[in-house]
T-cell receptor, first 119, second 113 residues
């Protein structure tokens, strides 16, 4: 399997510009997560989807952030307008959960991340 | 609310030494899952192990071993005979009824040659 694919790997943009991060989960996985990693706050969950439906977006910092999952194989995280404090590494992850027991809460498989720098 | 505490911010050892990374967690869920991830300098997050709350049996995988103790809410990770390639940030994480992973702040392990 190709794993979780994120693009771009690096993004440098100026304050005020729109930024779109992309993610392709592992085929067949029904959960998709967006995490952000910074030195100050560590790894924090922004939002997650189950079967393309947003389940918990309480971690989205503010209205400038939005995420979509139009189908099972694609998700985007958009920041508009971007600010310097949005600079971070953004990770996408996916997992497959079926029922309970051994298949429940299965590990998240992470992409390589997108390093965003807003100047 | 869930919480994962990794009190050791940085650990430095000399190659071939054993090292234990501590993890303490808090949750109100009766069924939950604990994880360890490794983040090498290249930046990706690599899954190492998952344990569920009803299986306290310790696990060994090569030089890696994990000690899960519900009584102390701890899930510690030991690397035996450490190697330079083990240098990385190690994260402990927890998930329960809420599906998402809550991560600890990570422990930076440096193994010196």
């Amino acid at each position: 399997d190709a794993g979780v694919i994120q693009s771009p790997r690096h993004e440098v943009t100026e304050m005020g510009q729109e930024v779109t991060l992309r993610c392709k989960p592992i085929s067949g996985h029904d959960y998709l997560f967006w995490y952000r990693q910074t030195m100050m706050r560590g790894l924090e969950l922004l939002i997650y989807f189950n079967n393309n439906v947003p389940i918990d977006d309480s971690g989205m910092p503010e209205d400038r952030f939005s995420a979509k999952m139009p189908n099972a194989s694609f998700s985007t995280l958009k920041i508009q307008p971007s600010e310097p404090r949005d600079s971070a590494v953004y990770f996408c992850a996916s997992s497959l959960d079926v029922g309970t027991g051994l298949r429940a809460n299965s590990p998240l498989h992470f992409g390589n991340g997108t390093r965003l720098t807003v100047t | 609310a869930q919480k994962v505490t990794q009190a050791q911010t940085e650990i430095s050892v000399v190659e071939k030494e054993d090292v234990t990374l501590d993890c303490v967690y808090e949750t109100r869920d009766t069924t939950y899952y604990l994880f360890w991830y490794k983040q090498p300098p290249s930046g990706e997050l690599v899954f190492l192990i998952r344990r569920n709350s009803f299986d306290e049996q310790n696990e060994i995988s090569g030089r890696y071993s994990w000690n899960f103790q519900k009584s102390t809410s701890s899930f510690n990770f030991t690397i035996t005979a450490s190697q330079v390639v083990d240098s990385a940030v190690y994260f402990c994480a927890l998930s329960g009824s809420a599906r998402q992973l809550t991560f600890g702040s990570g422990t930076q392990l440096t193994v010196l040659p």
